[in-house]
């Protein structure tokens, strides 16, 4: 019995990093920035414009009033002694 | 020299046991797991050391036949001189078990147990809880959160009607 055609073909020695990188790198970059992205836009953005949104028409001596009123201070009593 | 006078004197075991004899007066006793051993790993495709070490007279003889041309050997030959040099083929060697239930199971249930530990100790170990996990306590802790205005932006203050005395729709 003769088994000079039996062998199997020679597996691929070289490049095999190269080749991973050249998949993966791309894809890897891509997930990242649609993560960026997505945070940017769906969680600073909101926030920085909920922040805007409250201190645009935001008047301290009326909440220093109702939360003396509230007497939470030490420093100062309610108005009404 | 002294040393091994010493050690004598302690137990005549000791000399022979110990593994190092000054000044070549003795070769050290090596033990078997300091040999090259035989192990089936993907990463170590060809062993130190042959599977099988004492040879039958078959096995022997199929040796003395391996030097000569391998054209002579049958299928069956070759496959023996596979087995004397290798325990386990690499299908043999990569194949999947199911020992990956068992090891869940094992995690499972060591959980359970130690919830059970948990629950005991609840009951029988700690002691009873600070006033201020009172119910009425705690109201009084969030109604001077919301007076004092905490996280207006969007935390607990934002989802407080301030005018109608009550938690925003």
């Not at chain 1, 008047?59 to 109702?66: I, L, S, Y």
Request: overall charge positive; charged content about 25%; some cysteine.
């Amino acid at each position: 019995m003769s088994y000079s055609k039996m062998s199997l073909a020679k597996p691929v020695m070289r490049g095999l990093l190269g080749k991973r990188l050249r998949f993966h790198l791309p894809i890897a970059f891509a997930l990242s920035l649609m993560a960026a992205a997505a945070f940017k836009f769906g969680v600073t953005e909101p926030r920085k414009r909920a922040y805007a949104d409250f201190y645009k028409n935001y008047d301290a001596t009326k909440e220093f009033n109702n939360m003396r009123e509230a007497g939470i201070f030490e420093s100062v009593r309610p108005t009404g002694k | 020299m002294l040393a091994t006078r010493a050690l004598s004197l302690v137990s005549k075991r000791v000399i022979s046991t110990s593994i190092c004899v000054r000044g070549g007066h003795g070769v050290a006793k090596v033990d078997d797991y300091a040999l090259p051993s035989y192990f089936d790993r993907r990463e170590n495709p060809l062993p130190d050391v042959r599977f099988v070490t004492d040879l039958s007279p078959v096995q022997k003889s199929l040796k003395e036949k391996e030097k000569g041309s391998w054209a002579t050997l049958s299928n069956d030959e070759k496959i023996a001189l596979y087995r004397i040099s290798f325990k386990k083929s690499f299908a043999e060697m990569n194949k999947g078990s199911n020992e990956w239930k068992s090891v869940v199971a094992g995690m499972l249930f060591f959980i359970g147990v130690t919830g059970l530990v948990v629950l005991w100790q609840r009951k029988f170990v700690y002691g009873p809880v600070p006033p201020t996990f009172e119910t009425e306590w705690k109201e009084k802790e969030l109604q001077r959160m919301l007076d004092m205005g905490i996280n207006p932006v969007g935390g607990i203050s934002a989802k407080w009607d301030y005018e109608n005395k009550e938690w925003k729709k």
